[in-house]
């Protein structure tokens, strides 16, 4: 007998169109600032830093004080395909008692927004964005997103006035930014953890940073140069 040919198959429904889940990444702030956040790396370790302004990058001044500056790179990671992009890096201005330093960096990158006023509120939402140390070899993670919520001030007779965080950090996340998660906006520098308890961390406020944004911008070219010598 003849076998019957089957019935011609159904037409597959049409695939989503791509740029719609690239709109969906756009749309979320935090994952757009992924591309400002870099490494800094220093010696036999590293740190994280992120573009606060045109050619300027902001950090922990624990991360670079042991090393001289011409040690010093900015690494910087394409979200989409993990390409790395290592900066040499030059120092503007520094603030040890607050743990906050500023480098020059030539990169065509769009520097994080840094809002000129922001009322801390405790549970607010944020996002942490950092580079934690997973080996003891170098490993590590690039920009890693981690988050969590603003906790109480924090004040300490050992160090300045921080902002508690609930969420969790490890070394190699210093420097980086916390972002308000809703908007993406810098809010504040993370720089420690607590040692006596999981889950909760400190940041440098956003005051102290806008504040030491503005001294760093202005910072004529003789004292950057004066800096780089030092």
Same mark, same amino acid.
């Given at each position: 007998? %003849? =076998?019957t040919p089957p019935p011609p198959s159904a037409?597959?429904?049409?695939?989503?169109?791509?740029?719609? !889940?690239?709109?969906?990444?756009?749309?979320?702030? @935090?994952?757009?600032?992924?591309?400002?956040?870099?490494?800094?790396?220093?010696? +036999? #370790?590293?740190?994280?830093?992120?573009?606060?302004? !045109?050619?300027?990058? =902001?950090? $922990?001044?624990?991360? @670079?004080?042991?090393?001289?500056?011409? &040690?010093?790179?900015?690494?910087?990671?394409? *979200?989409?395909?993990? &390409?790395?992009?290592? /900066?040499?890096?030059?120092?503007?201005?520094?603030?040890?008692?607050?743990?906050?330093?500023?480098?020059?960096? +030539? =990169?065509?990158?769009? *520097?994080?927004?840094?809002?000129?006023?922001?009322?801390?509120? $405790?549970?607010?939402?944020?996002?942490? @964005?950092?580079? *934690?140390?997973?080996?003891?070899?170098? +490993?590590?993670?690039? $920009?890693?997103?981690?988050?969590?919520?603003?906790?109480?001030?924090?004040?300490?007779?050992? !160090?300045?006035?921080?902002?508690? /965080?609930?969420?969790? /950090?490890?070394?190699?996340?210093?420097?980086?930014?916390?972002?308000?998660? +809703?908007? #993406?906006?810098?809010?504040?520098?993370?720089?420690?953890?607590?040692? %006596?308890?999981? #889950?909760?961390?400190?940041?440098?406020?956003?005051?102290?940073?806008?504040?030491?944004?503005?001294?760093?911008? =202005?910072?004529?070219?003789?004292?950057?140069?004066? $800096?780089?010598?030092?």
């Open positions: 007998a %003849t =076998a037409p597959s429904p049409p695939s989503a169109p791509a740029p719609a !889940a690239t709109a969906a990444v756009e749309g979320d702030p @935090i994952a757009t600032a992924l591309a400002s956040v870099a490494v800094i790396a220093c010696g +036999e #370790g590293h740190g994280s830093g992120f573009l606060v302004s !045109a050619g300027v990058l =902001a950090t $922990n001044y624990h991360v @670079i004080a042991d090393d001289p500056v011409e &040690q010093l790179t900015a690494i910087f990671f394409d *979200p989409a395909t993990h &390409q790395e992009t290592e /900066l040499p890096v030059s120092l503007i201005s520094e603030d040890p008692a607050h743990d906050l330093a500023f480098l020059a960096v +030539e =990169a065509d990158l769009v *520097p994080l927004s840094v809002p000129d006023r922001f009322d801390h509120r $405790n549970g607010h939402r944020v996002s942490v @964005i950092g580079s *934690p140390g997973i080996g003891s070899e170098g +490993e590590r993670l690039e $920009n890693v997103v981690t988050d969590g919520r603003l906790g109480p001030f924090y004040s300490s007779l050992i !160090a300045p006035d921080r902002w508690s /965080l609930s969420l969790t /950090l490890n070394p190699g996340n210093s420097g980086g930014p916390v972002l308000d998660a +809703e908007t #993406g906006d810098v809010i504040g520098v993370t720089v420690a953890k607590f040692t %006596t308890v999981d #889950g909760l961390a400190l940041a440098v406020p956003h005051a102290i940073l806008a504040d030491r944004l503005h001294r760093a911008t =202005a910072s004529s070219g003789d004292e950057r140069a004066a $800096n780089d010598s030092l």
